[in-house]
């Protein structure tokens, strides 16, 4: 979204494995350094944390909001806002998921993955995170159970989104992103497929 004369922010929700770094990176190059908030990939609870604790007059220097967070920074926001996302198919992102915990020294469950030799079948059956996209889309918490209930808050909630994208249709996301970014153009929504 280039700079233009709108005041309504951008939530980026990024959902994790979803093609969402890359899509960060085009939204970098779009905003000055000092319009963003950047909640941390690693840090991601501390850093969300200190973002919902931010008092309104901080929040509304802000133009782009982006990271690993659930629904719902837009009721603390003093000036509108619009969110965008893009979703993977779940058994690719579950996936994608095991192998960047289990490769990436820095993922908080590298070494515990390590050290109990978890298998792809260990971390889909044991992991809390089921169903990750629908929860962050629903403002539920990452490790509360994924409910009949959570899919409805996670459809009603895309109302408020002008970018729901798919990874396996990434060109066209983007393209999708590009045209709804117009400055005073209202966005629509798009939704590919289900939560």
């Known amino acids: 979204m280039p700079a233009g004369n709108t005041t309504e922010a951008l939530i980026f929700l990024h959902i994790p494995k979803s093609a969402g770094t890359t899509l960060n990176r085009l939204i970098e ?31 509304q220097r802000f133009r ?28 690719e ?35 809390p995170r089921e169903n990750v996209q629908t929860k962050m889309i629903a403002g539920a918490d990452y490790d509360a159970p994924c409910t009949a209930e959570t899919l409805l808050r996670a459809k009603e909630n895309l109302q408020h989104f002008s970018v729901v994208g798919l990874t396996e249709r990434f060109e066209e996301s983007l393209a999708l992103t590009a045209v709804n970014a117009r400055p005073n153009r209202r966005a629509q929504s798009l939704r590919y497929g289900t939560v």
Do not use: C
Not at 85 to 91: D, I, K, L
């Open 29 to 59: 190059w779009e905003y000055s350094l000092f319009e963003m908030y950047s909640v941390d990939p690693v840090f991601f609870r501390w850093s969300r944390a200190r973002l919902w604790r931010l008092p309104k007059r901080r929040l």
């Open 64 to 91: 782009v909001f982006k990271g690993h967070m659930p629904f719902g920074l837009h009721e603390l926001l003093p000036q509108s806002a619009t969110y965008s996302t893009v979703m993977r198919g779940a058994v």
């Open 93 to 127: 992102r579950v996936i994608s998921a095991y192998y960047f915990m289990s490769n990436y020294m820095l993922h908080p469950n590298y070494w515990k993955f390590r050290r109990e030799g978890w298998t792809l079948e260990d971390f889909v059956r044991r992991s």
